[in-house]
């Protein structure tokens, strides 16, 4: 099994900036991906951004040039750097991350616990 323990989330004026990190640990072999997903209230998981383990990274049009994503593949961590923070980026954040358990298993896809980020105008 994997664990994502995520941090960093808060209250924030508008312009503001925030971080967010997101630590895997338990059975890995190798972490293909990680990313971050957000839901506002009544609103499906969206994406957010994505970093693949070659470097590659995808943003939501909606945060390019706001955001960056960035990983420590040392310490199993991904980064997510919030800056002009917009009310309408208020939402609960996600990790995921796509973990191969051993050398001889497939991927999986797992979820942190989500952490809210508000932002008031």
């Known amino acids: 099994q994997v664990q994502l323990l995520e941090s960093g989330g808060g209250l924030v004026q508008a312009g503001g900036s925030l971080r967010l990190s997101c630590a895997a640990s338990g059975s890995i072999f190798r972490i293909n991906a990680m990313g971050w997903y957000r839901q506002a209230p009544g609103k499906q998981r969206d994406l957010v951004a994505t970093?693949?383990?070659?470097?590659?990274?995808n943003y939501a049009d909606s945060v390019k040039g706001r955001f960056n994503i960035s990983r420590d593949n040392a310490k199993n961590t991904v980064y997510l750097q919030m800056n002009s923070l917009k009310p309408e980026d208020t939402a609960v954040y996600y990790c995921n991350a796509e973990v191969r358990g051993s050398r001889w298993s497939g991927s999986s896809h797992y979820w942190g616990q989500g952490t809210q980020v508000t932002v008031s105008s």
């Open positions: 970093s693949t383990s070659g470097g590659g990274t």
